[in-house]
């Protein structure tokens, strides 16, 4: 999605293209050498691993109140790739357990009051500073 969002902006590499077209269920180290490569061909570094990770956090937020993502699909077992450094973010990483199955057992809540509330988090996080530019 945000391939595609930097080709409608103008931006056009030929990885860019090909990143833009790969599939949701694509390897994800497919995506990052892509990603890679379409930065170097745009003369972009690489941004730094904690604040892209703090970025995608908060992307995740807002892709969840703007209804393209659902709370089931925040339960991963990747936890251990986010970075979290303030109250928002840790307050809404929190609340994303390793699977949607075990909600009651982790967080102890039912799945209509843990969803409220990780919407609720969600958008405390998008309503805080951002991260950095663009974020």
Known sequence: ?????????????????ELAGLPRNADTRDVRDAFEQALAESGTGLPDRA??????LRRLAARLIDGE??????????RWETEAETAAERSFVALIPHCDCCI?????LDQQTWAARLRNAAIALTSSPPVGPGC
């Open 1 to 17: 999605m945000i391939a595609a969002e930097a080709l409608a902006a103008g931006l056009d590499t030929p990885t860019l293209r």
């Open 51 to 56: 604040p892209a990770r703090r970025h995608a």
């Open 69 to 78: 993502l659902t709370p089931a699909d925040l339960a991963t077992d990747d």
């Open 104 to 108: 009651e057992y982790t967080l102890g």
